[in-house]
């Protein structure tokens, strides 16, 4: 009777084994993060809600994200002085102001090529999943820079869907 007790023990110890072994290789983190440096020690406060609709307008989603990385260079704030002020005030020692920025994205029906990922094996039934939702900007030379970033829970695109991410940037002096 011991002798089954011990078997049964030692069965359950390989299948906890297993189980944790498999579940530990299917993460998958992307470290890259460029030259975008940590958020919360910076004169912003930065979030978004993306709000997914399909082909037929109908809601399909809201997803919030909070910025946790953003680009220390001039052209982050050269930027953020085009957009309009919504508010102003005061908080302690600081002056902050409020400013909104609207990104609209649109997803193609079919994609001019295929893929070779999970998601895009079909050029007219493809889909993905955004799990980091960024704020990028085009300067008057063509050149992208990506100023905000942050992680969120993943959402799938499909073709002719609509994506509206609504940023809010808090900026203190």
């Not at 406060?45 to 989603?61: C, F, T």
């Not at 990506?146 to 509206?164: A, M």
Request: with cysteine; aromatic share 10%.
């Amino acid at each position: 009777m011991k002798k089954n007790v011990y078997l049964a023990i030692i069965g359950f110890s390989l299948v906890s084994l297993f189980t944790v072994g498999a579940s530990a290789q299917s993460l998958n983190i992307d470290v890259n993060v460029g030259e975008l440096k940590e958020i919360d020690d910076s004169n912003y406060k930065v979030q978004a809600y993306s709000v997914l609709r399909n082909s037929d307008g109908e809601l399909i989603s809201v997803v919030k994200t909070v910025a946790t990385r953003y680009f220390d260079e001039p052209i982050t704030s050269q930027f953020l002085d085009m957009l309009p002020v919504l508010k102003k005030g005061s908080m302690g020692d600081k002056n902050v102001e409020m400013l909104q920025s609207i990104v609209n994205s649109n997803y193609e029906k079919c994609y001019p090529e295929s893929y070779t990922v999970l998601g895009y094996e079909q050029q007219c039934l493809s889909h993905h999943r955004a799990t980091a939702t960024s704020l990028s900007i085009t300067d008057n030379q063509g050149e992208n820079y990506e100023i905000f970033r942050g992680l969120n829970h993943s959402y799938v695109i499909k073709p002719d869907d609509v994506v509206s991410t609504y940023w809010t940037i808090i900026r203190s002096d």
